[in-house]
């Protein structure tokens, strides 16, 4: 679990905020290795992946969260769900926060898509799908519509490509991932994220 903290002042006149971000537990999909970002085939959570579901529930037993945002990936609304069993929190799904669209390589194993991104630059898009550049321009507007909503603490479920470019983004020292991206390729990529995005879309 990450956590981010924004718009704090020393005396206090702009309002606290935090960020906890989570990425979705286990899903079969996960299990299988296989790509799964297709809305009409999204899969659930596999038994492991409740546990750690219900994990976060614990972590987070005594922190008042007043938003929840989840993607439209069922995986992420089902952690969500059970990590904020019994509370009232609102749940919101954004978009701008789904997996990268895979296109023809949807359901395909994940050495696939390694092999495809090895062979192509960030701008390319996937068959059919989208290119990471067009991916991390859209979590930047996702965010961007988050900060604007104003709201105290914030949950975040998201996908393991979101939170890395955004820890990756908020800690550019840090060694970047995935791991079978180079350096200067996910650079490029984050680079594309944080210029010129507009603030809405």
């Not at 945002?69 to 789904?98: F, K, M, W, Y």
């Not at 900060?147 to 955004?166: D, G, K, N, W, Y």
Request: with cysteine.
């Amino acid at each position: 679990m990450t956590t981010k903290v924004s718009g704090t002042s020393v005396d206090g006149s702009t309002p606290f905020r935090l960020f906890i971000f989570a990425r979705h537990g286990e899903s079969a999909a996960n299990v299988a290795s296989v790509l799964s970002t297709d809305l009409s085939r999204s899969v659930l959570l596999t038994e492991r992946g409740r546990a750690q579901a219900c994990a976060l529930r614990a972590q987070l037993a005594n922190v008042p969260i007043d938003l929840a945002v989840c993607s439209r990936l069922a995986r992420t609304r089902e952690t969500i769900t059970l990590a904020l069993e019994g509370r009232p929190v609102p749940i919101v799904t954004e978009p701008g926060l789904d997996e990268v669209q895979a296109g023809d390589l949807d359901g395909k194993p994940m050495q696939a898509y390694w092999d495809w991104l090895a062979k192509h630059a960030v701008g390319d898009r996937l068959p059919h799908g989208e290119s990471l550049v067009n991916a991390l321009r859209r979590y930047a507007n996702a965010l961007s519509r988050l900060l604007a909503r104003e709201v105290p603490v914030t949950l975040v479920v998201t996908h393991e490509l979101a939170l890395r470019s955004i820890v990756q983004a908020a800690a550019p020292d840090l060694r970047p991932c995935p791991a079978r991206i180079s350096r200067k390729r996910f650079r490029t990529c984050l680079a594309s994220m944080l210029s010129g995005v507009p603030h809405s879309a």
